[in-house]
């Protein structure tokens, strides 16, 4: 990957909020990666100032666009004629003046525009966005995977990813549905300046009882944009949950982490909840107990669940009784999970099922080295602490480590535990999370099932 891609920012996954606590940022060990340093962009250079705005690449650097690419960075482009605001929607043109594509433009970022459209006769206006949305819902919906509609009383009902930002064609834009309530998020200049548009349009579409904002992504301020927060339509009910497969989650909106709920992984934690009847269960990085849940309901004979951040704790064992769960068979640990494994190798401990789904410890292919010792110290505990014939289901959100690599890191964690083990399934995110074929930057969560051998 190039130096330039390599600072790209920005995808639609998961933060890299580390052990963000509700309130307050938890302390990072040495062994983790930081959160990515702000470069400041390099700015194209200007063109002619009283010619109409538009962004004319350099010759040659047309090639990604011509393969729908949604991203311009910023050493494509030759010059920026007139003089555009961030948000604003330009055309952008090759060296010889042909038309690629409209793009929301942003001076402060390394990635100097994001494609809105590649036609040319296309208007980016409300209609325009009316019109985007409107697919993104309807692909839900043809996949039977749009919740029923929201507007009804109160807060409750299943969740779904509506909005995917780029594989939906809406760069920057996530929309996250919890029952009643939509939660939006605006990662770089061009939704930000249509915030209000898109605001009308949900509200239009899908008559919430709220939309609420959580604009606080780290990526944001490489885009030089500032964080936000807060609701943007009706009110935000004091309760807020999410049904999923059947089992009930609180969602704390406002303060819970990235959009409040991980729905990535909804497939995934049903999988291992089919799988963990009468095992000793570790769920690293726990949050509010999604993989807990599901292994409690599966039947599991005991569920370790551990997590650095003492408001996803509480609200794990408010999810458990929200449930019925039985609690006893539940133990929860606030810890950092690097420590916390060691402790548990150096009293025995042993587990017939683990889970390993951390943050996003490589942002960008930048940090890949980094985050790949992070990968690869973890797996390797985790392998320690199976039984024989255990399984251990690792994830990477990491949109800086490909499949290959993440493949690659614990395969030699295998080794270097001693252990032989067998890839068992390959996961995803769930069909919510759509990756477009020429964005494949969207592919950013996956998972590996590993059988050690008995
Ligand atoms: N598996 C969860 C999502 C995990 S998100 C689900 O299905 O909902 C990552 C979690 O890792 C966050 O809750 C964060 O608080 C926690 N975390 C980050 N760094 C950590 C660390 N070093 N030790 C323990 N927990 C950590």
């Known amino acids: 990957m190039s130096k330039e891609k390599s600072r790209s920012h920005s995808t639609p996954h998961r933060q890299s909020q580390g052990g963000k606590d509700f309130r307050k940022r938890v302390q990072r060990s040495k062994s983790q990666t930081d959160a990515p340093a702000v470069q400041p962009a390099s700015r194209p250079r200007a063109g002619n100032p009283s010619a109409k705005p538009g962004i004319m690449l350099k010759a040659g650097r047309e090639k990604s666009l011509q393969r729908r690419h949604p991203w311009i960075f910023s050493g494509a482009v030759e010059c920026i004629d007139g003089a555009p605001a961030s948000g604003d929607t330009l055309p952008v043109r ?50 039977g995977l749009l919740p029923s509609p929201a507007g009804g009383g109160g807060a409750g009902g299943e969740g779904a990813r509506l909005v995917h930002g780029e594989s939906d064609g809406l760069p920057g834009l996530i929309v996250d549905q919890y029952g009643d309530v939509l939660v939006m998020q605006l990662g770089s200049a061009g939704p930000e300046h249509w915030r209000d548009t898109f605001a009308d349009i949900l509200q239009e579409q899908c008559a919430p009882v709220c ?61 291992t909840g089919t799988l963990a009847q009468d095992k000793d269960v570790l769920n690293c990085f726990c949050y509010t107990g999604g993989f807990s849940l599901y292994a409690l309901r599966g039947g599991a004979k005991s569920v370790l669940s551990i997590d650095a951040s003492e408001g996803a704790l509480e609200l794990a064992k408010r999810n458990v009784e929200l449930n019925g769960l039985n ?41 890949a080295e980094k985050a790949s010792r992070a990968y690869k110290d973890i797996n390797l505990l985790g392998f320690k602490l199976l039984r024989p014939g255990g399984l251990l289901f690792t994830y990477s959100c990491s949109g800086g480590i490909s499949d290959d690599l993440f493949q690659k890191i614990i395969a030699g964690a295998a080794l270097d535990a001693g252990v032989d083990a067998q890839i068992v399934k390959k996961l995803h995110a769930a069909a919510d999370h759509p990756v477009l074929l020429s964005f494949p930057e969207g592919a950013y969560l996956k998972g590996l099932v590993l059988r050690v051998s008995s």
């Open 211 to 271: 939309i609420y904002e959580r604009s606080d992504s780290d990526g944001r301020e490489l885009e030089g944009l500032p964080k936000r927060c807060g609701v943007v339509r009706g009110t935000l009910p004091e309760k807020v949950e999410v049904t999923e497969n059947g089992l009930r989650f609180a969602v704390d909106v406002a303060e819970g982490q990235k959009t409040g709920y991980y729905l990535d992984q909804r497939d995934n934690r049903a999988l």
């Open 327 to 367: 609690a006893s068979k539940a133990e929860w640990q606030c810890a950092d999970v690097f420590g916390a494994l060691r402790k548990l190798r150096d009293q025995n401990r042993k587990f017939d099922l683990i889970v390993l789904d951390p943050p996003k410890f490589a942002p960008t292919a930048a940090f």
């Open 94 to 143: 090759d060296a010889a003046g042909n038309f690629l594509a409209w793009a929301a433009y942003n001076a402060d970022s390394q990635i100097t525009a994001r494609v809105w459209s590649w036609h040319e006769k296309d208007v980016i206006d409300k209609a325009f966005f009316r019109n985007r949305i409107a697919n993104a819902l309807a692909a839900r919906r043809a996949l």
